[in-house]
């Protein structure tokens, strides 16, 4: 299956607020979740690109780039894509921005309900930075990816 990948544009807010709403209503209000869907969408040093497949999200990632580093903030997949290697193909138009941007590290932060995305991003070259509890008392681990 070919997939391609687009800058998300105001007229995709709705459908992006719509899962993250489903993803994270529980840490964040549905305004914080407004709030940080429109910012990224306007904002330069902010991204979301995303892949539709009939006009309907199946993918997305989101981050933003602060002090000539890139966090990637998000990547969502639809269940039924997650083996579709669509999260691999996001991350490489992530890592375009990045270059664009003369960027040259990126940042990701695994929950500990994402533990098992650790081997992934080991293969794509992201190594352990550092692991610490957020502000919620959870254990996260902090990954790096240094471009050459």
Do not use: C, H
Request: hydrophobic share 35%; glycine share 4%.
């Amino acid at each position: 299956m070919i997939f391609i990948i687009q800058k998300a544009t105001i007229t995709d807010f709705p459908d992006i607020l719509k899962i993250k709403k489903e993803k994270e209503l529980k840490s964040k209000t549905l305004r914080e979740l407004k709030e940080e869907v429109g910012e990224k969408l306007k904002r330069d040093d902010g991204i979301i690109l995303l892949t539709k497949i009939n006009n309907e999200i199946i993918a997305y990632i989101s981050g933003y780039e602060k002090n000539k580093i890139a966090y990637i903030e998000t990547i969502y997949v639809k269940e039924e894509y997650e083996n579709s290697k669509i999260e691999e193909k996001l991350i490489n138009e992530f890592r375009k921005w990045t270059y664009e941007k003369n960027i040259k590290t990126i940042e990701i932060i695994l929950k500990k309900e994402e533990k098992n995305k650790d081997f992934f991003y080991n293969e794509k070259g992201f190594a352990k930075l550092k692991e610490e509890i957020d502000e919620k008392g959870n254990k996260i681990s902090i990954k790096k990816l240094t471009i050459n």
